[in-house]
């Protein structure tokens, strides 16, 4: 069972009842942040029910900014940090609305952002989740993601990435395996069937992995390409620090035992194994190797708790193998090649 953050609740109880959707925002030492993130959720068409700000521990003050500049916002403080997955399932807890849309805190969505993708998910029932065209901050024509493609090997590249703007905001939404978590709204249904993010990974490949849960139990993805945020790229955990490249390794490996079909791991393992090489000699030129083999090494060791909760997903599983393998990307080493040196 996920352990659930000892904090302390606070916020306002007048905001207006509007639309079904919860919108939250988590936040750590992100105070410089918040002004425009927060004032590109005022702006949005769609009011949403309510705007949850989880405050992990900061020590900047933002709990307190957020208290005096925007009294609408319900602000919960948490004693400390408890990483993107313990402060997104802080604020899903006590949220009200039917749909939950996660924001990060170094993002600023277009008004129609949450218009949108509340519109996608009442017009398909059977999604369990949408997410955003997502581009850079700057420049803003060139897209960080729209949706992530789960390949056979377990690598995970972002749709559109360094690509330009190709104009296809007009077209309807996409499938995709990933619902990058960065804009991103759950149907509070599935995450009731399939649970919430798994806290044990505490930052970096939760998504993918609750993506990857949601695809098992039946449940649609996709992105929409006319729901638009721009996103200040590791304005809070810098790429490539020891930080992301240990949670990032480690939460790979982790993915892959928990939620691959069996008939699927045993058959695209060795692949798995190429690409972990592949990674530790890419890391290992960057100086990340040490990070790299302690995030494995980590999942070994609590292997008896990754297979407990392998059998859970397995238990709630419902979507065949084949249909699995088939939303898979079989092509896996050129696309992540290219990420990687891009």
Partial sequence: ML?????????????????????????WNGRHLLESCLASLAAQTLSPLEVI????????????WVASHHPEVRL??????????????????VAKGEYFALLNNDAEAEPRWLERLRATMREHAGLGACDSKVYFYEPRDLIWASGADYSVAGSVVQRGYLQPDGGSNGAGPAEVFVAV??????????????????EDFFSGYEDVDLSFRLQAA????????DAIVYHKVSA?????????????????LETYLKNMPAALLLKYLPLHVLYTLGSMLYFARLGRLGATARGKLAV????????AKRR????????????????????????????LRG
Avoid at 76 to 93: E, M, P, S, W
Avoid at 300 to 307: G, P
């Fill in 3 to 27: 352990h659930k953050p000892q904090g302390q609740y606070t916020g306002s109880t007048n905001c207006p009842i509007k639309a079904d959707v919860s919108v939250i925002v988590v936040n």
């Fill in 53 to 64: 700000l989880v405050d992990n521990g900061s020590e900047d003050g933002s709990a307190d």
């Fill in 76 to 93: 919960v403080r948490l004693d400390r940090n408890y990483g993107f997955c313990g402060g997104n399932n802080a604020g899903i807890r």
């Fill in 181 to 198: 978590a960065c804009a991103v709204m759950y149907r509070r249904s599935a995450l009731d069937h399939v649970g919430l993010f798994d």
């Fill in 218 to 225: 039946g449940y649609g993805i996709v992105t929409v390409p």
């Fill in 236 to 252: 809070t955990s810098r790429r490539n620090s020891e930080f992301y490249v240990y949670y990032g390794q480690r939460n790979v």
């Fill in 300 to 307: 070994l060791r609590s292997l008896d708790r990754t297979l």
């Fill in 312 to 339: 859970a997903v397995q238990r709630l599983r419902t979507a065949p193998t084949a249909s699995l393998e088939r939303k898979m990307s079989a092509s896996w080493l050129q696309p992540k090649y290219a990420k």
